[in-house]
């Protein structure tokens, strides 16, 4: 997801620097991608790590909100097919694998 989005919250709420994605939306996207694992084991190394766990878990919720916004408008054709859906996610800062994912839950 475009990281725009949740710029200017980062910037006023959670301290960013103008321009550039925070230490706590860098977290986020780690989250989803794996690395603090889940559940309590998430809250544990989020916290060893030096995060407040509340404020990451809530971006990425918001984060997986947008993907499941962006999943079901892949379902109505909103952003075509094959390679062009690929370039068109991408283009529009989400990761067309993990949409994918979601829209292949959905249906499947």
């Keep these: 997801m475009s990281e725009k989005i949740f710029e200017k ?5 959670l301290g960013g620097v103008a321009g550039g994605m925070t230490r706590n939306m860098a977290a986020a996207y780690d989250v989803m991608n794996g690395k603090y694992g889940n559940g309590a084991e998430r809250k544990a190394k989020l916290t060893a790590a030096g995060y407040d766990y509340e404020t990451v878990q809530r971006l990425v919720n ?3 909100a947008g993907y499941d916004k962006v999943a079901k408008e892949v379902i109505n054709g909103k952003y075509g097919n094959g390679a062009a859906r690929v370039a068109a996610l991408k283009a529009a800062g989400f990761d067309p694998v993990l949409v994918q994912d979601i829209v292949n839950g959905i249906l499947l």
């Design 9 to 13: 919250m980062n910037d006023e709420a």
């Design 62 to 64: 918001g984060l997986v």
